[in-house]
């Protein structure tokens, strides 16, 4: 069964970051599960974070700009052809993790036919997957344009400012009506004691679900003790648990 996790949030807030520590953690604790990543933020960041090829992304197919690597097959259906398509913007990062990356997303009302068969590859494709990580651009409503993919699990990474809190309800607002059975969670970046004790009156909010915290650091990012933080939060995520 694949287990879904989308990371959401506003720009700036160290997603892309935190998406990086997560994978770390499902590579330690689940060595032999298969994990997609997919790139759903404008910005591209997590797909350039592994020195990858962006000009290769799910819009290009739809749009018909996308070179392919070898020559496109004769005799295919159109959905045949998408799913050929999407198969060949795949990027393997190690032996059990690829990457695909979307870019723009087209609106549901759209009548063209592509629309709906990109929609339908990457549902197949999911599935073929134990973990997929979405790095996705804000909102979940954006994830939805692109695919209808059952979400277990939806964080949102908040610097630990009380705006940039404020603005995560909002997102979490926007976003629960897409999240699997409201299962949406906030975690807060770049947090020191002093700036914790000053959302205290705002994290007894209803809509604050606060999953944890990672410290901020002085100097370089420090990827081991943000996945150490995310371990720690890992049993609360309504994800799969066996290997941990």
């Known amino acids: 069964m694949t287990s879904t996790i989308a990371f959401i949030g506003k720009s700036g807030s160290g997603k892309t970051t935190v998406v990086r520590s997560f994978l770390k953690l499902i590579r330690k604790n689940f060595s032999k599960s298969s994990i997609l990543l997919v790139d759903n933020d404008l910005s591209l960041e997590l797909s350039q974070s592994f020195d990858i090829n962006t000009k290769n992304t799910i819009y290009g197919v739809k749009s018909g700009k996308h070179e392919y690597k070898t020559g496109i097959p004769e005799g295919m259906s159109k959905q045949e052809f998408i799913d050929w398509a999407l198969e060949d913007i ?29 929609r ?19 909102d ?75 410290e901020e650091f002085e100097n370089d990012i420090d990827y081991e003790a943000i996945t150490r933080s995310l371990e720690n939060m890992y049993p609360r995520m309504n994800l799969e648990q066996n290997e941990m």
């Open 120 to 138: 339908d590859s990457l549902s197949k494709l999911i599935l073929r997957y134990d973990f997929v990580i979405f790095d996705c651009e804000y």
């Open 90 to 118: 795949i990027v393997s990062i190690d032996e059990n993790t690829d990457i695909i990356a979307s870019w723009l997303v087209t609106p549901k009302d759209c009548k063209c036919p592509s629309t709906k068969q990109v």
């Open 140 to 214: 979940l409503k954006y994830l939805n344009l692109l695919v209808e993919a059952k979400i277990d699990e939806a964080i949102i990474v908040s610097n630990c400012k009380k705006q940039d809190f404020l603005h995560a309800l909002k997102i979490a607002q926007i976003s629960k009506k897409f999240a699997h059975e409201g299962q949406l969670d906030i975690i807060l970046n770049k947090t020191t004691k002093e700036k914790l004790n000053s959302l205290n009156d705002v994290l007894n909010n209803e809509e604050a679900h606060l999953l944890g915290v990672i």
